[in-house]
């Protein structure tokens, strides 16, 4: 399994609850993405990380939304006390960076997030 | 700002060419991106053109880039059936080299 991986691949939780979805890049990937696809939208960019650090943190929603990443390695994006309009596909995508030419992002399945 | 725009919806007959428009902001982006999503899958990159490039062409599927007017194609000659998906524009910014913004994607569709 060379990919990468997000868990879970479904979530749903009540409205008011936390929750953590998690994000493994491939081996190796310095950078780290996460993004918010609505149902039926396209991908909105939330956060990204050069290693550990990271450098762009404009396109999370609002203070509730959190993400860390430890290791150079897995990220987890935390949602606070979730709302109904945090239902959506979070997807996770890595990429070698800084010297590499076309940057390619490689997706991972995507945690689908449901709020009641 | 930052931002990608394309259009949401494309209906093309199977058989005939589909072209994907995509303007983007950035003018000194190095790198623009068709990324693919089909039903069910995840994204993945299609094709991509350097910004020093004006044209890429890769079996059916042949990029056009105008940097004057900040606007990218894919056309995708032949469409089949299995062409059916969401085709994302993403532009890399020059200035930010790891920062990708995404347009919000064209759902392709194929009339038989």
């Known amino acids: 399994g060379a990919g990468v991986s997000q868990s879970p691949s479904n979530k749903v939780t009540e409205k008011g609850k936390d929750v953590e979805l998690r994000c493994d890049p491939i081996?190796?990937?310095?950078?780290l993405y996460w993004y918010r696809q609505r149902l039926g939208q396209g991908l909105e960019f939330l956060i990204y990380?050069?290693?550990?650090?990271?450098?762009?943190k404009s396109g999370l929603p609002s203070d509730r939304f959190s993400a860390e990443r430890t290791g150079e390695s897995v990220s987890t994006l935390t949602i606070q006390r979730t709302q109904q309009e945090d239902s959506a596909v979070y997807l996770c995508?890595?990429?070698?960076?800084?010297?590499?030419?076309?940057?390619?992002?490689?997706f991972g399945p995507g945690t689908r997030l449901t709020v009641t | 700002g930052e931002d990608v725009e394309q259009s949401l919806f494309l209906s093309v007959r199977e058989g005939d060419s589909s072209v994907i428009n995509c303007t983007y902001t950035?003018?000194?982006?190095?790198?623009l991106y068709w990324y693919k999503q089909e039903p069910g899958a995840g994204l993945q990159l299609l094709t991509y053109?350097?910004?020093?490039?004006d044209m890429k062409q890769d079996q059916r599927l042949t990029v056009l880039l105008n940097k004057k007017d900040k606007h990218l194609s894919l056309r995708i000659a032949d469409t089949q059936t299995g062409d059916s998906a969401i085709y994302f524009c993403?532009?890399?910014?020059?200035?930010?080299?790891?920062?990708?913004?995404f347009g919000k994607g064209t759902r392709l569709h194929i009339l038989p």
């Open positions: 995508a890595s990429s070698l960076s800084l010297g590499t030419a076309i940057s390619e992002q490689y």
């Open positions: 053109i350097f910004s020093n490039m």
């Open positions: 950035d003018s000194s982006s190095t790198y």
């Open positions: 081996s190796g990937h310095t950078a």
């Open positions: 993403a532009e890399r910014f020059g200035s930010r080299d790891d920062k990708i913004i």
């Open positions: 990380f050069q290693g550990n650090s990271a450098p762009d």
